[in-house]
C-alpha cells in the first residue's frame, strides 16, 4: 500500500526513478524496492521524499500509519508478544541489561541488531530498526497507552554503540520521561535490600481488561494469564516501584549517566585530536630530518 502511494507520489510530481534517486542522493533501487514492497523505508527518508515531492506531510503520514512491524519474521513467540503489544491499553515492564525497544533510539536499535543475527547484513538491519521504531509511535503521541517502565541500573550503564550513542539514548529517555502516559524509574544497583526480579517482564492489559504477564529465556518467550501467577507477579512489580528510587530521583541518575557519557566523548576527541597534532608533528620533524642536505662552509686548512 505504502509502494503504491509513493509511486503514485514520484509519478505525479514527474520524477522518474532515477531522477528521484538523483535528487536525493541515493541508489535508483532503493526507490524501486520501496515501490514493490520490498523495503522498508526509515522516516528520515521519507520526510525527504515528502519535501521534495512536495506532499505537504502526506507521505509521513501514511508511513506512521503503517504497521511495518508485521513484516519482520520473528518466532511465533514474539509475534504473538508484538500483537499484544500493538493493542494493549497498558504496558508495565521491569527491563535489565538493555533499554527496552519501546524507548530506544534510532542509533541505539541499529547498534543492537548490528552486533545481533542480523550482523553483516545492512537491508536486514534498517529493515529492523524502521520496524523497532515504528512501535514505539502509539504510545509516545498524546493520549498513548500507558508505559511503566522499571529499568535496571545495568541497562542504562552497559555501552551499546558507544558514548555519543548513550548520550543521546539517555537523552531521549529524559525527554519521553515527560510525557504524562510514560513514567520511568531506575532500580540502582546501591540498593542492598533491593530484591528485583532475575529477568526482565511485562505486564499487559488489554482493551477487553484481559492481563498478561511476559517474560522471556533463552531463545523463547513465556505468556501467562492464570491469575494466581499474574497475582504474584504484580504484587512483586508493585513492590518494587516503591522501593526503587523515584521518578525525580530517576532522573536525575540518568542525567548523571548522559553527563558521563558526554564528558567520556569529549575526552576521547580530545585525545583523538591531541593524537593527530602528535603525529602532524611527527611528521613534520621526519620531514626535516630526511629533507636535503645544505653544505656549509668548509673550514680552511
Partial sequence: MFGGEFRHAREAA????????????????LITRIENGGRIPQEKFIKQCDEVLLMGGVLIRIWTRVDWYAEVEHPDWFQRFAQMEAEAVSLRKYQVQLVPGLLQTEDYARALFARGAAAGNPDLIEERVA???????????????????????????????????????MDHLLTVARQCNIAIQVAPFGLVDLAPPKTSMTLIKLPDGHEWVYSESLGRGHFSDDPSVLTAHTRTYDVLRADVLSSRESMALITSAMEGY???????????????????????????????????PRPRT
Fill in 14 to 29: 514527474g520524477y522518474s526513478q532515477a531522477g528521484l534517486a538523483k535528487l536525493l542522493h541515493c541508489d535508483r533501487t
Fill in 131 to 169: 520496524a523497532r521504531l515504528s512501535r514505539q509511535h502509539r504510545f509516545l503521541v498524546d493520549g498513548g497507552p500507558l508505559l511503566v517502565v522499571v529499568l535496571d541500573e545495568s541497562a542504562i550503564r552497559r555501552v551499546i554503540g558507544g558514548p555519543a550513542v548513550m548520550r543521546d539514548q
Fill in 262 to 296: 558526554s564528558a567520556h566523548d569529549e575526552s576521547r576527541s580530545q585525545r583523538g585530536g591531541l593524537a593527530q597534532e602528535q603525529l602532524q608533528r611527527g611528521r613534520r620533524r621526519r620531514l626535516h630530518r630526511g629533507g636535503p642536505r645544505i653544505p656549509g
